[in-house]
C-alpha cells in the first residue's frame, strides 16, 4: 500500500472521441507507478447509456457519471485498487452521491460529487465540476455563469460542514491571476479572467479551500488549455483554467501539484491537459 492517493482532474471535450486517450494516460501513469486513484472529467458529451463503464472496469476503475447529450457531463472515475477492501463495487464506492447543485434547477449536467472510502485514510468527498463557460461578460450566458457560482459557494459552505476533506476539481473555467495567462494586456476584461468572475474564484478560497497548484513553487508560463486556433499549444498561447482545491483538512497533506502537458501532444488531444495532486495518507 503507497502512502499517498492521487487524484486528477481532465476536460477530455468528449468522452467519445477521448477514451482511447484516457485509458493510455492512466495505464501510462500505472506504469510509472504513479498511479491516477480518481480522475474527474469534465464535458463528457454522452448521455449516461453511451458511457463506457464495461471498458473502464475492465481496466481497473470504477465510474460514477452524470451525462447529457452532445453538451457538458461529468464523471469520477476510481481506481479499484485504491478502495478500501469493502468498497468492491460501484454501490459500496461512490458514498452518497450528489448530481448537480441541490436546490438549483439547472438541465446543464456540470456537477458530481462522491465520497470516496479510499484505503488507509478517512473518506474523501470529490466533487467534479465543469463550470460554464459564460461566453463574453456582456452575454446571458455570463448572468448564468455568475448566477451558477453564487449557488456552488452557497452549496459548498454547507458540504464543508458536513465533510471537511473535500476536493473540488474540474474545469472552472477562470484563470485567477495574471501569471495564469499567456497574455494579460490581450484578455484583460474579457470572458475567463473578467473581475466578477475571478471574484467568485477568491470566494471559494474564502471559504477555506486552497488552490493546490500555487502553494507549491510551479514554472512559470504553466498553464492547462489552450486554444486549438492560432497553433496554441505550439506557441504555449494557454490558460490556467482546470484547478484542483482542497479544504482545509485536506492541504496539509497534498505533497504535490502539476499539470501533466503530454496528452495534449497525442493525435486529435482534447484542448485541455490533465492536473494533478498528490494527497498523504497521513
Known amino acids: 500500500m503507497t502512502d499517498s492517493i492521487r487524484i486528477a482532474a481532465w476536460n477530455v471535450n468528449s468522452l467519445k472521441v477521448r477514451l482511447p486517450h484516457v485509458l493510455r494516460w492512466l495505464q ?21 447509456d453511451k458511457y463506457p463503464h464495461q471498458e473502464l472496469e475492465a481496466a481497473g476503475y470504477l465510474s460514477l457519471a452524470a451525462g447529457q447529450k452532445t453538451y457538458n457531463g461529468v464523471a469520477i472515475i476510481v481506481r479499484k485498487a485504491a478502495l478500501a477492501s469493502i468498497a468492491s463495487d460501484a454501490v459500496t464506492t461512490f458514498l452518497k452521491p450528489t448530481r448537480n447543485i441541490p436546490n438549483y434547477e439547472d438541465e446543464q449536467q456540470r456537477i458530481l460529487a462522491a465520497t470516496i472510502p479510499f484505503a488507509g485514510m478517512q473518506p474523501i468527498r470529490l466533487i467534479s465540476a465543469y463550470f460554464p463557460n459564460g461566453q463574453s461578460p456582456d452575454s446571458d450566458k455570463f448572468v448564468y455563469k455568475l448566477n451558477w457560482l453564487n449557488k456552488l459557494q452557497t452549496w459548498l459552505t454547507e458540504e464543508l460542514q458536513h465533510t471537511p476533506r473535500l476536493a473540488l476539481l474540474g474545469d472552472f473555467n477562470i484563470a485567477p491571476a495574471d501569471a495564469d495567462v499567456h497574455d494579460p494586456k490581450a484578455w484583460e476584461g474579457q470572458n475567463l479572467v473578467s473581475p466578477p468572475e475571478r471574484d467568485a474564484f477568491q470566494a471559494l478560497l474564502k471559504l477555506g479551500m486552497s488552490d493546490s497548484f500555487r502553494m507549491f513553487e510551479q514554472a512559470p508560463k504553466t498553464y492547462s488549455w489552450w486554444d486549438y486556433r492560432m497553433m496554441g499549444f505550439r506557441r504555449n498561447a494557454g490558460m490556467r483554467i482546470d484547478h484542483i482545491l482542497l479544504s482545509e483538512a485536506l492541504k496539509d497533506h497534498c505533497s504535490a501539484s502539476t499539470v501533466d502537458k503530454e496528452p495534449r501532444t497525442w493525435e486529435q488531444p482534447s484542448d485541455h491537459a490533465p492536473v494533478i495532486a498528490m494527497i498523504k495518507k497521513a
Not at 28 to 48: H, S, V, W
Open 28 to 48: 501510462d501513469q500505472e506504469n510509472k507507478k504513479q498511479p491516477i486513484d480518481a480522475l474527474c472529467l469534465q464535458e463528457l458529451k454522452l448521455t449516461d
